[in-house]
């Protein structure tokens, strides 16, 4: 899958990362884990990772593919800002 240059293949790779921070962080520590009083850091460093994930695709010549994932991630980003850490 890594051979392709495809949107869809790029946006199946960045939702991969966020699902598993996701599951890690609901689940498995049942939302119990804030890094400095800042209950959004795990996801951020989710996010930041597909940064770097970007980085690689694009440095490979793959731009359909690393515009998948910075869709991804920008959706991601959004909606974790939407819904975690906006104060109620």
Known sequence: ???????AAGLLIGALLPCISLFIFWF?????LV??????????TAFAINLFIIRYF???GADKT??????ISFLFLLAIFIFKL???
């Open 35 to 44: 890094l400095m009083n800042k209950p959004g850091i795990p996801y951020l």
């Open 1 to 7: 899958m890594l051979n392709k240059n495809d949107i």
């Open 66 to 71: 690393g515009n998948g994932v910075a869709m």
């Open 28 to 32: 498995l520590l049942k939302n119990q």
């Open 86 to 88: 906006q104060p109620l």
């Open 58 to 60: 694009y440095g490979r």
